[in-house]
């Protein structure tokens, strides 16, 4: 089911999740918040729902201009309310993972777990922070501002370096469905985006320390997207957090390991 809720692009997979545990799924930059089969067959092989929204600028979500990671959370709280679910699973992959991250400090009492894959840790302001990045210049360029980062955009193209041989099998194969997603996002244009780099290079808005709820961190040693280290940074910063690395995968092979973690 695809429907608006305090005026965002949601799509829930069940008509009603009322009193319902749900996974929340906070989808990767860019995508338009469409719910993936994988996450789909996950989350019934467990008996959740999910829930999925696109954030300001994707899809048939309006931009919010000037957004922060917890300015993201905060409108997702109305959504939840409106569903009338029990229960978070909060779920973020790649840029998602913020802003799963952030749902549990806005709404420490409705998400009870986070999970993240492969997602960036908050910007410290040097130069360790794009080591390891194949292509880090679209996070450069938003550390500047968005005057930059809206110029970047306009010459900006996928490296393929930056993914390793088990993400292009994983999108051939189990997660083809988040390719085609990321394609299918294209006809929105680049505003999500560049509205998700400018917030990950600026304060995020709340605190890592304000996560109460635990937190599991799945990441690729293999990622070249976002390295290993930002999955540790986040490891030693959070409260109640535990690192689960994968030798083998990379930035989109990772979330093979989805139904594990749930």
Known sequence: MRTAIAGLDVHVSHDDVVGRDVLLWHHGSPQTGAILPPVQAAADARGLAVVSVARPAYALSPRVPGRTVADVAVGLRPVLEALGVASVVSVGASGGGPHALASAAVMPGLVRRVVTFASPAPFD????????????????AAAEGEVARRRFAEIDEFDPDSFVDADYAALRG????????????????????????????RPWGFDLADVTASVLLVQGERDRVIPPR?????????????????????????????????
């Open 174 to 201: 189990e997660w083809a469905s988040l390719g085609a997603d990321v394609g299918a996002s294209a006809e929105f244009g680049d505003d999500g985006l560049i509205d998700d780099d400018l917030a990950f290079a």
């Open 125 to 140: 302001g040097t130069e360790e922070w794009f080591a390891g990045m194949q292509a880090p210049q679209a996070l450069r």
């Open 230 to 262: 930002h999955a540790r940074l986040l490891s030693e910063a959070l409260p109640d957090a535990a690192l689960q690395t994968h030798p083998g995968d990379g930035h989109v092979s990772v979330l093979r390991h989805l139904a594990a973690a749930l």
